[in-house]
């Protein structure tokens, strides 16, 4: 019997690394509001998430909700139902109504083909998102948006370190959220961030997220507080300088669950396969067929508990299917995000799992 593996396990720098970058702390004794991690972590991501000025959150769902309000929209919003649980919330607590759009088969990614048919005189944004890394087809949507002048907010809580043709997927879009929760590729504990080109929005973001204090005196709007801390930024400061490493180690993980599994009758890895893409192998989530495969995805999932190897069924339920939502929407709409929730499992994959991990978890997966 081998030791437990969670599906996920967050990365952390050296011990000393971390206390020595927080030492500061307990000289200037400024622990929140915008202090000097925060602004160096927030130029820092600018460079590495594609050029676009950062603002930081508390945490990615704040980010996107703060977003979403900042940018004044108003209406039904086109999102995917095959999502984590914030993206749907977040559009739904800025006051918009979600507008559910089917995926592609081979990604996850929003389907720009059935984009335009939902498109009414109410839409005012379409918020996609780069589920497990997968990059969505800007072009397509960006050019529909503009056609029908609506703004592009993408969910790539995902995409950290992801690009295409040399685009990172914080350029992409009016607006990219980024979440650094400690399951995350790369993370601050608890942490988001926004990237948008537009000043208007980042200064509208910066009272949003505090309050909407303008200065001692004058507040302009009811906002929450939303700010990230020291401890947090510092954190990420550690994480960032780790990056290559990290992803260099889940992609030595990630390689060997393809060769094991690409190929195998029933089996799908829901990643793109595209020259242009830099993956930053962020989850390996896999569809199981039950007719050709001969199992479904609960089975392999109960397997897999047997022998303490932790997976999990991200996506599942579709948001369509929600308690919260189900009575509003109708899953069958979108056939395709209904068939991928229901095969897909993702497996174990962090910085320590390495090629040796991939295998044990590949012999249960493939012993049925
Ligand atoms: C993690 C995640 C979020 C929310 O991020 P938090 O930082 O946990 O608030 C939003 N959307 C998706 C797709 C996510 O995976």
């Known amino acids: 019997m081998g030791k437990q593996i969670n599906v996920t396990r967050s990365s952390m720098p050296p ?17 929140t509001n915008m202090g000097e991690k925060h602004n160096q972590l927030e130029q820092k991501l600018q460079e590495v998430l594609g050029g676009k000025r950062v603002s930081l959150f508390t945490n990615g769902h704040m980010a996107l909700e703060l977003v979403l309000q900042a940018m004044g929209l108003e209406g039904e919003v086109i999102t995917t139902p095959f999502t984590f649980v914030s993206t749907t919330h977040a559009i739904v607590r800025a006051g918009l109504t979600p507008v559910f759009c089917d995926v592609k088969e081979s990604d996850g990614t929003l389907d720009p083909d059935k984009l335009e048919a939902l498109i009414t005189p109410r839409t005012c944004a379409i ?15 960006s050019a529909i948006a503009k056609k029908h002048g609506l703004k592009v907010i993408y969910d790539a809580a995902h995409a950290f370190g992801a690009s295409r043709n040399g685009v990172a997927a914080g350029a992409l879009g009016d607006a990219a959220m980024f979440s650094f929760h400690a399951t995350k590729v790369f993370h601050t504990i608890e942490g988001g961030g926004i990237c948008c080109a537009d000043p208007a929005v980042h200064r509208t973001l910066d009272r949003l997220r505090d309050f909407g204090i303008l200065d001692a005196e004058h507040v302009s709007m009811p906002a929450p507080n939303a700010k ?7 954190m990420g400061l550690c994480n960032l300088r780790r990056m290559d490493e990290v992803i260099a180690a889940r992609k030595e993980a990630a390689v060997r669950y393809m060769e094991r599994l690409e190929g195998v009758p029933g089996v799908h890895i829901l990643l793109q396969k595209d020259e242009a893409l830099i993956p930053n192998y962020a989850y390996l989530p896999v569809t199981f067929d039950p007719e050709t495969f001969g ?35 109708d899953s069958a709409a979108t056939p395709v995000a209904k068939k991928l929730a229901s095969q897909v499992l993702t497996l174990p994959l962090f910085e320590e799992l390495g090629a040796e991990g991939a295998d044990r978890i590949c012999d249960i997966v493939l012993r049925h």
């Open 15 to 31: 011990f000393e690394e971390y206390v020595e970058e927080i030492r500061s702390l307990w000289d200037s004794r400024w622990l």
């Open 295 to 329: 199992e479904g995805r609960n089975d392999v999932m109960s397997r897999l508990a047997a022998e303490h190897i932790g997976s999990r069924k991200y996506f599942y339920p579709l948001m369509s299917d929600l308690t919260c939502y189900r009575e509003q929407y």
């Open 127 to 141: 918020v996609p998102v780069h589920v497990y890394g997968n990059l969505c087809d800007d072009e397509a949507i």
């Open 228 to 234: 990230m801390n020291e401890f947090c930024a510092a």
